[in-house]
């Protein structure tokens, strides 16, 4: 193939980066043109206003060792560290520090882990 004739087969060739829509034409139109566009239904009132369920609640990992719950000022150990109540452990607020067990509030959800023996 001589030179002339392949610049011609060079300038036929398409720039697979240059846009290929025709011009004037917008996605939607282009896409119709082509054959490619989905369905245009309506969306319904109700999927629009849909939200996401919410995520479930999962506790952080605590560890309570032990605790003081005599006095005024109750006490518990907790991923070894010592903490009272309205502390903050791993995102989670001490709420209650009772005989045996320590209630925690994370994520506006309570619950209760116990002392590991």
């Known amino acids: 193939m001589d030179e002339s004739a392949f610049s011609v ?9 240059a846009v290929q829509m025709p011009a004037g034409k917008t996605n939607d139109q282009a896409a119709k043109a082509a054959g490619t566009a989905g369905p245009s239904l309506p969306v319904p009132a109700a999927v629009k206003t849909q939200t996401p369920p919410p995520k479930p609640f999962v ?3 605590l560890k309570v060792s032990g605790v003081l719950w005599a006095g005024p000022k109750p006490q518990a150990i907790v991923n070894d560290l010592v903490v009272g109540i309205g502390d903050v452990v791993q ?19 309570n619950f209760i882990v116990e002392v590991q023996k």
Request: proline share 6%; net charge positive; hydrophobic share 40%.
């Open 9 to 17: 087969f060079l300038s036929q060739l398409k720039n697979p980066f």
């Open 59 to 61: 506790a952080p990992k």
């Open 91 to 109: 995102e989670a607020n001490v709420a209650a520090i009772r005989k045996g067990e320590v209630e925690f509030n994370a994520q506006g959800k």
